[in-house]
């Protein structure tokens, strides 16, 4: 009797689905829009031919490679960065040089990946630098403000008066995430807002970072490791591979083919977030009839 053989793995599906970003470009609700991308530093070239966008209201998820390019990409977009070619536009405005970029900024809030908070001023003096440069407020109103932002990010009262290595990392990332919210933004760039906390502190993040644009109606870009915020806080997901930007929902992205995404997406870690996310979905799921009625494989982030 012959021996039985290994069954092949099953292919992954392909869908119709493309993953090409640029397909997204020229979408009413987008307040992002990149295209034809080309970034370099001398000859290393960092992006090319890059298309990514974000609609009004979306927390738009940003992953890929450790050096694929995500900070680069979010500080391009920011103005800090020029790229050799291509177009940005944020809000309708078109990013041209960095006069139309500081004005633009007005309209931004940006945590960058270290952190950054000045460590000799005070949270409550973080969170005033971008309303001195912005804008022309009495000290008492300034000081008025920098308490709401404060509290919006969750922190107590009698943190403001502290200095940065007075408090917590999970603290220092909401006075982060304070001063990003000064000049009440449309749009937030986060850029791993999570990497370093512990996963209670990391969880919490995401619900305020979900909280917050919810209440506020912004648009997020959300640069993370973590597959557990994707999973909770992102409605899309762009993955930086080869240079260029594939967009979809996870579970589009969970069926793209490309060995990356399916290393990424449907590996141990990947299979975990995924798995937590549906228990957590039926965990809450509050009524039989609810039970019966909703299919409880999705999360209602991940279509
Ligand atoms: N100012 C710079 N000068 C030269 N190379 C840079 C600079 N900033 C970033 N790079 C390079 O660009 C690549 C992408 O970096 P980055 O966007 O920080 O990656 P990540 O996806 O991990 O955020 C890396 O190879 C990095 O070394
Ligand atoms: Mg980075």
Known sequence: MAKPSKQPAPPVPQTAFSLDSSQDLGHPDNVIEVSGLRTQFGSKVIHDALAFSARRGEVMGLVGGSGAGKSVLLRTMIGLLRPRRGKITLLGQEMRGVERAGALLDNIGVLFQDGALFSSLSVLENIEVPLKAHRQLSPSLRREVANVKLSLAGLPADAGKKLPSEISGGMRKRAGLARALALDPDLLFLDEPTAGLDPISASAFDELILDLQQALGLTVVLVTHDLDTLVTACDRVSVLVEKRVKVGTLSQLRQDPHPWLQKYFNGPRGRAAQQAATTVTMA????????????????????
């Open 284 to 303: 809450k799921t509050p009524t039989a009839a609810d039970q019966q009625g909703h299919d409880n494989q999705h999360n209602g982030k991940d279509d």
